[in-house]
């Protein structure tokens, strides 16, 4: 099935990889043991490292025992549009059925919140109900995104930095003065386009559906002439964000109740894929407190 990992306290992590690029199950091993074992969480967390994206089917936990086992990681942050649950602050409940039909946020390839200064270093998500057919998530290796880009195009987006905004994605439909509110509450931070992953070194290419312009690309190195400034722009931020389209970079999995799915936001996208109406979904979503991407 895949290879096997003997923890110090005698579990056996069973590990069998989806793609060559991303994407790995766990076998004989619960969230809810791990929220507890210092040891077996180590371990989960040497292979998302690896890995980017774990998978753990039949995970029947708690939400507190969720929850703490998200917060092994770091501490845990609620989202402002989206709600949580009362009592686990920072379990997002990412509830869709067919009155939610024509909210379409999470239908994009994006990385959580960067719209923050410091977006979400990773998150464990559960889906508590599964619709009967479709459904299924979609991640994406973004070290092998950018790594696989021609050479021309790494040296022209190696100092560029661009801005993400939760105005023009979670504020869109909103009337003009809540829109403004919240972006005054979450100014657009800038983040690099290429950014490092704090533990492991690789380069990431970090531009998704939150991206709405670079920053810095008006210079005499990349425009000749004022007019080469707005299509020049608009047409390299297109091709990086189509990076994340790429099949060979991604991993597609179909979400039952109680899958649980881990995933490292700081080298990864992911879209939600809404193909299940007029069934529900409903996933519930521990996000966990990052860096300042550099």
Not at 113 to 125: F, K, N, S
Not at 163 to 190: C, N, T, V, W
Request: hydrophobic share 35%.
């Amino acid at each position: 099935m895949g290879k096997k990992y003997q923890t110090m306290k005698d579990t056996t992590i069973t590990v069998k990889p989806l793609t060559r690029s991303i994407g790995a199950e766990l076998h004989g091993v619960s969230i809810a043991e791990a929220s507890r074992d210092d040891a077996l969480f180590a371990e989960i967390k040497t292979l998302l490292l690896k890995h980017k994206v774990l998978f753990l089917e039949n995970q029947d936990c708690t939400r507190a025992e969720h929850v703490g086992f998200a917060r092994r990681f770091g501490d845990l942050e609620d989202h402002p549009i989206v709600g949580s649950d009362p009592e686990n602050p920072g379990l997002v409940r990412i509830y869709k059925g067919p009155d939610t039909r024509k909210e379409q946020y999470e239908n994009a390839y994006h990385c959580d919140t960067t719209w923050r200064e410091c977006p979400q270093m990773g998150a464990v998500l559960r889906c508590t109900e599964a619709p009967e057919v479709g459904g299924d998530m979609i991640w994406v290796n973004m070290v092998d995104a950018y790594n696989n880009l021609p050479d021309d195009i790494k040296a022209q987006i190696a100092d560029l930095r661009a801005r993400h905004s939760i105005e023009a994605s979670f504020g869109a439909a909103m009337p003009i003065e809540k829109r403004l509110a919240l972006k005054e509450q979450y100014p657009d931070p800038e983040h690099p386009v290429v950014r490092t992953h704090p533990e492991t070194g690789d380069k990431v290419l970090f531009v998704n559906a939150f991206t709405t312009h670079f920053t810095n690309y008006h210079t005499p190195a990349r425009v000749r002439f004022g007019q080469d400034a707005n299509p020049g722009a608009g047409l390299l931020l297109h091709y990086l964000i189509s990076q994340a389209y790429v099949p060979e970079y991604q991993v597609r999995r179909p979400l039952k109740t109680n899958t649980v799915a881990i995933w490292d936001n700081r080298c990864t996208q992911h879209y939600a894929v809404q193909d299940y109406w007029p069934d529900v979904r409903r996933l519930e979503r521990a996000g966990i407190i990052g860096d300042r991407p550099c």
